[in-house]
T-cell receptor
Framework: GESVGLHLPTLSVQEGDNSIINCAYS??????FIWYKQESGKGPQFIID?????DKRQGQRVTVLLNKTVKHLSLQIAATQPGDSAVYFC??????????FGEGTQLTVNP | EPEVTQTPSHQVTQMGQEVILRCVPI?????FYWYRQILGQKVEFLVS????????KSEIFDDQFSVERPDGSNFTLKIRSTKLEDSAMYFC??????????????FGSGTQLSVL
């Protein structure tokens, strides 16, 4: 399953499918990006980060892709599990400045 | 694994009252932050704190807000006279250890503030 555009608030996928969550950022000077996962009633939890001198970074079951040309960031989750159900936020910053969060996408994983 | 801890988890107060939200950042971190999240909305920056002073603050962080690091472990956010619109989840975060980018923030579980 895939979300399109910053303002699509929900994404529903089947357990075992791959998920793609998209984020558009506005500041062309941003040089560092983070994906956070937020479960209900909890604080944002760091998932993966990427610097602007890279276009791809992989973690455990997650991959972040950065396209600076179109100011687009995506988070790919492989073999999505029910425990992945949460709201996912992208965040951007320039060096030494505040971390600015995007709107968030609610990912629901159906068994 | 080290984590940011926040107390209380829930705070209910009357409009006009003062509240103090408390945080214990991760022990070897150098930068401290407060963010807030109104229900269903994105996480918003309030203030950052480094070397015992505010390094950046947002337009939300007006004269009713203040932060303090009263000792070597605690970091507090005070709202002097609460308003209804201050109702939100308040998150403390910390960052900044050797060779790790300081914008890599680690968040606590938040304090849900309800102003009646």
């Amino acid at each position: 399953g895939e979300s399109v555009g910053l303002h699509l608030p929900t994404l529903s996928v089947q357990e075992g499918d791959n998920s793609i969550i998209n984020c558009a950022y506005s500041n062309s000077a941003s040089d560092y990006f983070i994906w956070y996962k937020q479960e209900s009633g909890k604080g944002p939890q760091f998932i993966i980060d990427i610097r602007s001198n890279m276009d791809k970074r992989q973690g455990q079951r997650v991959t972040v892709l950065l396209n600076k040309t179109v100011k687009h960031l995506s988070l790919q989750i492989a073999a999505t599990q029910p425990g992945d159900s949460a709201v996912y936020f992208c965040a951007e910053t320039t060096s030494g400045s505040r971390l600015t969060f995007g709107e968030g996408t609610q990912l629901t994983v159906n068994p | 694994e080290p984590e940011v801890t926040q107390t209380p988890s829930h705070q209910v107060t009357q409009m006009g009252q003062e509240v103090i939200l408390r945080c214990v950042p991760i022990s070897n971190h150098l930068y401290f932050y407060w963010y807030r999240q109104i229900l269903g909305q994105k996480v918003e920056f309030l203030v950052s704190f480094y070397n015992n002073e505010i390094s950046e603050k947002s337009e939300i962080f007006d004269d009713q807000f203040s932060v303090e690091r009263p000792d070597g472990s605690n970091f507090t956010l005070k709202i002097r006279s609460t308003k209804l619109e201050d109702s939100a989840m308040y998150f403390c975060a910390s960052s900044g250890i050797y060779r790790v980018r300081r914008e890599k923030l680690f968040f606590g579980s938040g304090t849900q503030l309800s102003v009646l």
